[in-house]
T-cell receptor
Framework: DTEVTQTPKHLVMGMTNKKSLKCEQHMGHRAMYWYKQKAKKPPELMFVYSYEKLSINESVPSRFSPECPNSSLLNLHLHALQPEDSALYLC????????????FGPGTRLLVL | AQSVTQLDSHVSVSEGTPVLLRCNYSSSYSPSLFWYVQHPNKGLQLLLK????ATLVKGINGFEAEFKKSETSFHLTKPSAHMSDAAEYFCVVSDRNAGNNRKLIWGLGTSLAVNP
């Protein structure tokens, strides 16, 4: 089973709201990723967690705050977002930080008003 | 530095005709290469991957790709297009950084339209 699940599927939030995106995998993978994807563009890497520790932060604004509660779960906490943050947020996982193949979830489509 | 170039931003074919999506890469060592597909309003699905085994790689849904080191290419093909193949296709190369994490380098994508 190569399934990564994400909730919610859609999210609308105001610029003063606080919300969270959730990602889960049960493949025993030890690396998990957050990507942001704008329409008609490739995904952009935001964060990488390796063995539940943050290993890469691609200079993402602090209004995005990742969290890895355990090896199966990855959260992205959102606060004081801007309209330009509206995008598809994708979670992925791979066997390890050196694991090559990343498996993606269906994404959360976020609209910031 | 590694990079990926998808030579066509948009390809249009008729149903039942062959599909060719072109990808060139640059790499300082033997790369790992992938094709991902993204259907409208969906996540990314792995079509196939090359990791230094056989140069002709077979993937899901009848797609295949051939790794040609001399041409630094990894073109995606399918003998006969189906309407359900209409989607965005991304060619990706895997890069290992100093921290031993693998980072994916993405092409800009090719939008495939299939006409009835």
């Amino acid at each position: 089973d190569t399934e990564v699940t994400q909730t919610p599927k859609h999210l609308v939030m105001g610029m003063t709201n606080k919300k969270s995106l959730k990602c889960e995998q049960h493949m025993g993978h030890r690396a998990m990723y957050w990507y942001k994807q704008k329409a008609k563009k490739p995904p952009e890497l935001m964060f990488v967690y390796s063995y539940e520790k943050l290993s890469i932060n691609e200079s993402v604004p602090s209004r995005f705050s990742p969290e890895c509660p355990n090896s199966s779960l990855l959260n992205l906490h959102l606060h004081a977002l801007q309209p330009e943050d509206s995008a598809l947020y994708l979670c992925a996982s791979s066997q390890g930080p050196g694991g090559e193949t990343q498996y993606f979830g269906p994404g959360t489509r976020l609209l910031v008003l | 530095a590694q990079s990926v170039t998808q030579l066509d931003s948009h390809v249009s074919v008729s149903e039942g005709t062959p599909v060719l999506l072109r990808c060139n890469y640059s790499s300082s060592y033997s790369p790992s290469l992938f094709w991902y597909v993204q259907h409208p309003n969906k996540g990314l699905q792995l079509l196939l991957k090359y990791t230094s085994a056989a140069t002709l790689v077979k993937g899901i849904n009848g797609f295949e790709a051939e790794f040609k080191k001399s041409e630094t290419s990894f073109h995606l093909t399918k003998p006969s297009a189906h309407m359900s193949d209409a989607a965005e296709y991304f060619c990706v190369v895997s890069d290992r950084n100093a921290g031993n994490n693998r980072k994916l380098i993405w092409g800009l994508g090719t939008s495939l339209a299939v006409n009835p």
